[in-house]
T-cell receptor, first 111, second 115 residues
């Protein structure tokens, strides 16, 4: 079936620390994964994506890791800032392009 | 920077009434989507649309729902007879490409409240 999930509903970190948000997916045929950030009252905002032929992809302060063996995806945010406070969703795309979202992890950044 | 826009930002309606949610996708995008998010829950796919027809729809997207691209800029979601459980945030999204080239840009959403 289709299922994308996150391990923790809430993650609280100190400003300046690194954050790691995890996601498990169940469909071994999934080949494209995306992380979205959703701030209060706004729509999901694309952060970074990764295809199944890659293990790691880096962006500005963010890194996504993909472990296909255990069907695990993670988002690492370096030097977390107050502006990073939001709900983070992992999502996978099907072969029709629809996004299947996980439940979301709320990241709280303490000053 | 181009963005997806949605109107209204908040719609309140009585159960059984029809509502139309409106979206203006990014102008050079060809693929359009509607998602919804019930308060505190994950975002759920409703429907995808390409070349003036539905590409895929979810189980949620029953006969009460319809989509239309009435002109070259708007993309609408109609709910014919709203139910209490239709209360949610509705997000429109668009992308340049479809499967395999699929960064979807989301609008700010319309909050639908059914009383």
């Amino acid at each position: 079936g289709e299922s994308v999930g996150l391990h923790l509903p809430t993650l609280s970190v100190q400003e300046g620390d690194n954050s790691i948000i995890n996601c498990a997916y169940s469909n071994s045929a999934s080949d494209y994964f995306i992380w979205y950030k959703q701030e209060s009252g706004k729509g999901p905002q694309f952060i970074i994506d990764i295809r199944s032929n890659m293990d790691k992809r880096q962006g500005q302060r963010v890194t996504v890791l993909l472990n296909k063996t255990v069907k695990h995806l993670s988002l690492q945010i370096a030097a977390t800032q107050p502006g990073d406070s939001a709900v983070y969703f992992c999502a996978e795309t099907s072969n029709t392009g629809k996004l299947i979202f996980g439940q979301g992890t709320t990241l709280q950044v303490k000053p | 920077e181009p963005e997806v826009t949605q109107t209204p930002s908040h719609q309140v309606t009585q159960m059984g009434q029809e509502v139309i949610l409106r979206c203006v996708p990014i102008s050079n995008h060809l693929y359009f989507y509607w998602y919804r998010q019930i308060l505190g829950q994950k975002v759920e796919f409703l429907v995808s649309f390409y070349n003036n027809e539905i590409s895929e729809k979810s189980e949620i997207f029953d006969d009460q729902f319809s989509v239309e691209r009435p002109d070259g800029s708007n993309f609408t979601l109609k709910i014919r007879s709203t139910k209490l459980e239709d209360s949610a945030m509705y997000f429109c999204a668009s992308s340049v490409g479809g499967p395999g080239n699929n960064e979807q840009f989301f609008g700010p959403g319309t909050r639908l409240t059914v009383l």
